[in-house]
């Protein structure tokens, strides 16, 4: 077996039971190069959610004229201010703004931008230009310079697949499916032999090491404990545990996981406002429980989509588009909108034209929150200066 397909075999639980040899023993002193507590958590919105939707120009006569069946009258957007305003339903993350612990950041995208959902995905998850493509992702190589050693539980994602923005040269990351059916096989030896065969002492090195993330999760959920009450979803589960790892005193640098079903090209007002409504219900529980906690200035929310949709509606929803907005949650932001409100005079071909690289963003995210140099892994883009 290639190594490269070893690491992404043993790094990974896809839920049920943790299977790992007996041979295993607790890797020790795994320590970070940057040792603040600071976390960054990305909720990736799967599908290409309308941003023009989420967070409206309601104040553009051309938003109505071009969107005469999906758009919302000025009446309807919420938190209005400068022209922009909220979606109906994002009642709980408008508080959030209002309490001053959220940015919008506008028109969000790339040069020569790919409307092909995989490739698009791609190019966010390894931070690569449209025509480049890239073996490992952005946080799996910035994992890979802040671990001292290999570290299991540097990065989790909270999915069913692993996830390439996380992949590195090193499996510094745990992908976990269900944490209720999480379990963890005891190792009878404290310490391994080495058999002198490089590959064969790889390949157990490294099972050693998802033994011990199981062991420091498991620990984490004891230390924690249901403080609030969630909503009854997928994603609402997959954001209470990272709550958990997080006030567990995990220590991870980075979680991740997904919400699908935003690729509304029919029935877009009320499958849009499903979606919409379910990530507004849960990310308002998750900020509540690390407010609770103390914790939510050293975590930082990132949510966003792999594009935007069209700018003019369809009949009943929104095909493809590029650019659209990205939303931060705590991590002591400034709460500003960042960006000039969305052209709709000046289109490329029916679409936004981007004006923020979302390698800014990146790049901006690394530098004032993780105290790391976005360059040392090729990402060159100039910082975002006035979010944090």
């Not at 020790?28 to 990305?42: R, Y």
């Not at 792999?306 to 705590?330: C, Q, W, Y």
């Amino acid at each position: 077996m290639k190594r490269r397909q070893f690491l992404s075999i043993s790094a990974t639980f896809t839920g049920g039971a943790l299977i790992v040899p007996n041979f295993l023993y607790a890797l020790k002193n795994q320590t970070f190069v940057n040792s603040s507590s600071e976390c960054l958590i990305f909720i990736q919105l799967n599908g290409g959610n309308d941003g023009l939707n989420t967070f409206i120009p309601y104040d553009d006569p051309l938003y109505k004229i071009l969107r005469p069946n999906i758009g919302f009258s000025k009446e309807e957007v919420i938190n209005k201010s400068n022209g922009m305003g909220f979606h109906p339903i994002l009642t709980g993350i408008s508080n959030i703004q209002q309490n001053g612990d959220l940015s919008v950041i506008q028109n969000v995208g790339y040069p020569e931008p790919n409307r092909s959902h995989f490739r698009s995905q791609e190019i966010w998850q390894t931070a690569s230009a449209s025509n480049e493509y890239l073996s490992y992702g952005w946080l799996g190589r910035y994992l890979d310079l802040q671990c001292n050693d290999h570290m299991p539980t540097a990065g989790i994602n909270l999915d069913t697949i692993d996830n390439l923005s996380l992949k590195g040269e090193e499996p510094n990351f745990i992908t976990v499916n269900n944490l209720n059916q999480f379990k963890q096989r005891e190792p009878e030896h404290e310490t391994m032999k080495l058999s002198g065969n490089p590959q064969l002492d790889f390949a157990r090195k490294i099972s050693f090491s998802v033994n011990e993330g199981s062991e420091e999760i498991q620990k984490a959920l004891k230390k924690s404990k249901k403080e609030i009450s969630y909503p009854k979803s997928q994603l609402a589960s997959k954001m209470e545990w990272i709550a958990r790892l997080i006030k567990g005193n995990l220590n991870s640098k980075v979680y991740y996981t997904s919400l699908n079903g935003f690729d509304t090209h029919n029935n877009q007002l009320g499958v849009h406002q499903n979606k919409l409504k379910e990530l507004d219900e849960v990310v308002t529980a998750f900020y509540q429980d690390l407010k609770n906690a103390r914790l939510l200035e050293q975590a930082t929310i990132v949510i966003f989509s792999e594009f935007g949709r069209r700018v003019k509606d369809n009949g009943s929803g929104t095909d493809h588009g590029t650019a659209a907005p990205m939303l931060i949650i705590g991590g002591k932001n400034k709460s500003v909108v960042f960006g000039e409100n969305p052209d709709l005079k000046n289109l490329d071909n029916g679409d936004l034209i981007y004006k923020i690289d979302f390698r800014s963003v990146y790049a901006t995210l690394l530098n004032d929150k993780m105290v790391f140099n976005p360059k040392d892994i090729g990402i060159n883009n100039d910082l975002l200066k006035g979010v944090f």
